[in-house]
């Protein structure tokens, strides 16, 4: 049995006639003669939404109204994405409040005093200022530099594998991204054209491919390097 249409409520207002004034601007409705939104005719439907932006203060009568008009509009497809997309926007929407609540926190007397030399020193209003100016710069920093000692302890160790081991290293690695949500395009296009006419070369290229993938996946995707090596010995 099919899900049923969401049902629009009054704070999904806006979001809502954003979502449908977007896909009013996209090709997919107007490239399809059999989507049904044609049949009262885009044009039509764009004037009945802007008409509905007039609404200040949505009530379920008013969404009773849009509910009916989309009805005749929107397949299920459409419905299932307008939902995520809603869904979505109140992900973010919570997010945002999260990150904007004040925070409690416990500090030594040392950090206490670091951190107001840092107030005084940056010439700063508040703590918050100074750490909001000044720790989005020093944690890439720290990022880039953990990155670059990862990608070097791994360069070390994978310069002790020959091209076969390398190859077995690959093969194991482009497996478990297909378990695994990974960065590995490039890393398969380097294993493919390696394996197409293997050289020096080649195999240089698939090697760097290789480490920066992996250190890729550990930084943005959590992927641990540390297991997936040793995992990577023991199928060796």
Request: charged letters at 30%; one cysteine or more.
């Amino acid at each position: 049995m099919p899900r049923p249409r969401y049902k629009i409520r009054p704070e999904d207002w806006f979001d809502v006639l954003d979502w449908v004034e977007y896909q009013l601007k996209q090709p997919d409705w107007l490239t399809d003669p059999e989507h049904p939104v044609h049949e009262q005719g885009i044009t039509n439907l764009a004037q009945r939404i802007e008409q509905l932006r007039l609404v200040s203060t949505p009530t379920y009568p008013d969404c009773g109204l849009l509910q009916r008009l989309l009805n005749d509009c929107l397949p299920r497809y459409d419905w299932d994405k307008l939902r995520k997309s809603l869904s979505a926007r109140r992900r973010r929407r919570r997010e945002r409040r999260t990150r904007q609540a004040p925070v409690n926190l416990t500090l030594t007397p040392d950090a206490h005093h670091w951190m107001k030399q840092l107030v005084r020193a940056g010439g700063f209003a508040t703590l918050s200022d100074a750490l909001e100016s000044t720790l989005p710069d020093l944690v890439a920093a720290l990022e880039s530099q953990a990155r670059e000692a990862r990608y070097q302890d791994l360069a070390t160790i994978l310069d002790q594998y020959d091209s076969a081991a390398l190859c077995r290293a690959v093969e194991f690695y482009l497996e478990q991204t297909s378990e695994h949500r990974s960065l590995a395009t490039a890393c398969r296009i380097a294993y493919q054209w390696y394996l197409g006419a293997p050289d020096a070369h080649k195999e240089g290229l698939l090697r760097e491919r290789f480490l920066e993938d992996l250190v890729w996946n550990e930084t943005h995707l959590g992927w641990s390097v540390a297991a997936f090596m040793s995992d990577l010995e023991q199928d060796l």
